[in-house]
């Protein structure tokens, strides 16, 4: 088991380094250098600049001070907002998208499961239908849109419904907004996978035999099926950070937040290399370790998992 | 033989003949179809997939103005205008950037022209366009200093002036009118809007650009079929070449090329797709290789995963042992036995692919101006979100029907073309 966590760690280590790698070629090509502006600079000043920067070095020596940088977790200066550190950006920008994030994860986790679990054990009754119906519409309406109606519906399009701040996070009202455009489809998407796998659930044999044994309803559901069906929900953690993470760059864009979705965004459109790259491996190696994190736990939990996965 | 009564036959009848045809075999594909066409979700997804493809491809051909057409004075019209009656039968609109139009029978409206008094009416063009309140009202202070009554315009309208005092606009919040503007002309002032009537001219509505927003959905929907389709394309392409190779070959090959693919969706792909799409040059070529450079590692482990078994079936042995190639085993055997669950990816692909191009266009990564896809048309859209929601409704909407059409459809392909998928 030991030896199957320290391969599992080794692996994310050399992902993480892979994409960095990955991302320094990818920047680094990009024809013209980081300060091509419509106004060209003169030459003289670029040359200053790339001095101050090390970008007249070799790029096999900027590769290496990349790399030793990211292991000291120092991600380099911004080239566009002067004087300003990546490192800087991202824990300035780490509070609101976390919040937001855990907010969103939360309502999923108590929202989504007990719909799941409802329209199951409601199945093609009308609750179901409507749940489904909603779920459908979640999964299928980006959260673009989704965010923008709410803003829309509540902060002020309709004048009876102006209940909601249209940007910002300065009340507690302002979390609403965001937290819903952002949870929307993996909400959707977890009630969905909750009841279909409720349904396979029930239809077992232990079920029955539970029930036959004359355990009380409550308790066959409790203590043998809500356990099984949630196993499959469980594998789309992963997934689902992927989703919220992704979704907070617009959904920071619409309402205005400055978490680092919306940092990301605007390095983006300032081409801003080292922060769109400092971003990118912060974002990937963040997501690598909550799914390493995530697959640990789940084999901790569940004793059928085997560890000879890297076989198959 | 021909000591045989012919009396000792009886003939069959009708119906015993009938009970002896034997029934036409269903292929896999008619077997799959019948079942695609009992589905009504899939049917109608199916009817929405033509509308909307119906929508961008011919749907040009309709109208007369290009996507990239603007029309000065007729920015910010909304599909649905409210019409004041100035005198019996002569009805007036007033647009959200206060330009003043005669509303005929026909729906052909017609701007009047401000009257410029001098300078008395600089300052105004923008008033009322996306101020907080106390900015607007800061504005509007500041004017009354200036001059006494400065919130009024005149237009001409023959030979005489209809007049517009927009004051009540501004003071609504203290004042507690349950009207925005009066409209004077020939000395009756009209506060109230007679009705409101479709806008002929511009079903949609205009952008902010005084571009007609019908054609530029139906545009959009070019844009965002052509992107799926084409990076689905792609997808299939490299997914199925790739996965069916690692399938096939098995063993360190197999184990080499899995473990790219692995790291490549050990990230969030939306990310990789950003990180192309900002070291290519924006525009249509870059978004659909992006997106199909990268969603590619889904199908090649679904082929891969149908190569595994499939290669251990009689047929791949006997093709094999006739001294068949590789190359054609995969071509010939392996992949077309593997089609139904291709296609079912490649459908739910294209939802996916419409997704992911809007979420670019809307973070400023799509194509580039005056083109533009649903979600560029959507990112516009958003600074004048609350005075001109039409503008984010109709492509939101375009958004929202295509991927419930294709969700729809694809679930219902997933059922009929793999039947052990389904689920209760």
């Not at chain 1, 499961?113 to 199951?120: D, E, K, Q, T």
């Not at chain 1, 081409?271 to 995530?294: K, N």
């Not at chain 2, 606009?169 to 203290?174: A, F, G, S």
């Not at chain 2, 009118?177 to 109230?192: C, E, L, P, Q």
């Amino acid at each position: 088991m030991a030896k199957y966590f320290i391969k599992r760690f080794v692996v994310a280590i050399i992902t993480i380094l892979i994409i960095a790698t990955l991302t320094f070629v990818m920047m680094h090509s990009i024809p013209g250098g980081p300060f091509t502006r419509e106004k060209a600079l003169p030459e003289a000043q670029i040359q200053i600049l790339e001095e101050k920067y090390h970008l007249d070095d070799p790029l096999i020596k900027q590769y290496g001070d990349y790399m030793a940088g990211l292991f000291r977790l120092d991600l380099g200066p911004s080239f566009v907002k002067i004087g300003v550190e990546v490192n800087e950006l991202i824990a300035l920008g780490i509070p609101p998208t976390a919040k937001i994030g855990l907010f969103a994860l939360i309502l999923i986790v108590i929202l989504g499961i007990p719909f799941g679990i409802i329209s199951a054990l409601k199945q093609n009754k009308p609750i179901d239908y409507i749940v489904m119906f909603m779920a459908t519409l979640g999964v299928t309406i980006p959260s673009f849109v989704v965010a923008t109606l709410i803003i829309f519906v509540f902060a002020g399009g309709v004048p009876a419904l102006n209940w909601l701040p249209t940007f910002g996070l300065t009340s507690p009202l302002g979390y609403i907004g965001p937290v819903l455009a952002l949870a929307g489809y993996s909400l959707s998407f977890v009630t969905r996978l909750t009841r279909s796998s409720m349904l396979e659930v029930l239809r077992q044999d232990y079920i029955r035999t539970a029930r036959a044994n004359g355990i009380r309803e409550y308790k066959v559901m409790a203590k043998h099926a809500i356990k099984n069906a949630l196993i499959p929900v469980i594998t789309y953690i992963g997934p689902m950070i992927a989703a919220i993470m992704t979704g907070s760059f617009v959904i920071e864009k619409i309402f205005h937040i400055p978490g680092i979705g919306g940092y990301f965004i605007e390095s983006i459109t300032n081409r801003d290399y080292t922060v769109i790259m400092g971003i990118t491996v912060f974002y990937a190696a963040f997501y690598i370790i909550m799914v390493l994190l995530v697959d640990v736990a789940y084999a901790l939990v569940d004793p059928r998992i085997k560890f000879t996965k890297g076989k198959s | 033989m021909s000591d045989i009564n012919k009396n000792k036959f009886v003939f069959v009848s009708d119906r015993e003949k009938e009970h002896d045809e034997a029934r036409k075999s269903l292929t896999y594909w008619a077997d799959a179809f019948r079942r695609l066409r009992k589905s009504k979700p899939a049917m109608f997804g199916l009817a929405g997939v033509i509308l909307v493809v119906l929508f961008g491809l011919i749907g040009p051909l309709f109208t007369n103005v290009s996507y990239s057409d603007q029309e000065n004075d007729h920015r910010n019209l909304a599909p649905r205008l409210a019409i004041y009656e100035i005198e019996e039968g002569v009805f007036v609109h007033l647009s959200g950037d206060y330009n003043m139009f005669i509303v005929p029978e026909d729906g052909n409206l017609q701007v009047l022209e401000v009257y410029e008094e001098e300078e008395e009416l600089e300052g105004r063009s923008d008033v009322g366009e996306m101020l907080s309140p106390s900015e607007m009202r800061k504005q509007r202070e500041e004017e009354a200093a200036k001059v006494e009554n400065v919130n009024l315009i005149k237009y001409m309208y023959g030979e005489e002036f209809i007049e517009l005092d927009y004051s009540f606009k501004l003071e609504r919040d203290e004042k507690g009118h349950d009207f925005d503007f009066a409209i004077t002309y020939k000395g009756n002032t009209v506060n109230y809007p007679a009705k409101t009537v479709a806008n002929k001219l511009y079903p949609f509505g205009t952008d902010s650009l005084g571009r007609d927003l019908l054609t530029r959905v139906m545009f959009g929907a070019r844009i965002s079929l052509l992107v799926a389709a084409a990076a689905t394309l792609v997808n299939f392409l490299i997914g199925v070449v790739y996965g069916a190779i690692a399938g096939y070959k098995g063993g360190r090959t197999d184990n080499i090329m899995m473990r790219i693919v692995d790291v490549i969706n050990s990230v969030p792909l939306v990310l990789i797709i950003i990180l192309l799409m900002v070291m290519f040059e924006a525009g249509l070529g870059t978004i659909i290789l992006a997106i199909g450079l990268v969603y590619w590692v889904n199908m090649a482990r679904l082929v891969r995963g149908q190569m595994l078994s499939l290669k251990e079936q009689e047929f791949v042995l006997a093709a094999r042992a006739l001294g068949v190639r590789s190359r054609k085993i995969i071509t010939r055997h392996l992949i077309p036995n593997a089609m139904g669950p291709i296609i079912v990816s490649m459908t739910m692909m294209i939802p996916s692919a419409i997704f992911t191009e809007s979420f670019l266009s809307f973070i400023g990564l799509g194509v580039s101006a005056p083109m533009a896809s649903w979600g560029t048309l959507a990112n516009n859209a958003l600074s004048g979100l609350l005075t001109y929601p039409y503008q984010l409704m109709f492509p939101a909407g375009a958004i929202a029907i295509t991927m419930l059409a294709f969700n729809f459809l694809g679930d219902g392909l997933r059922d009929a073309l793999d039947p052990r998928l389904r689920k209760g």
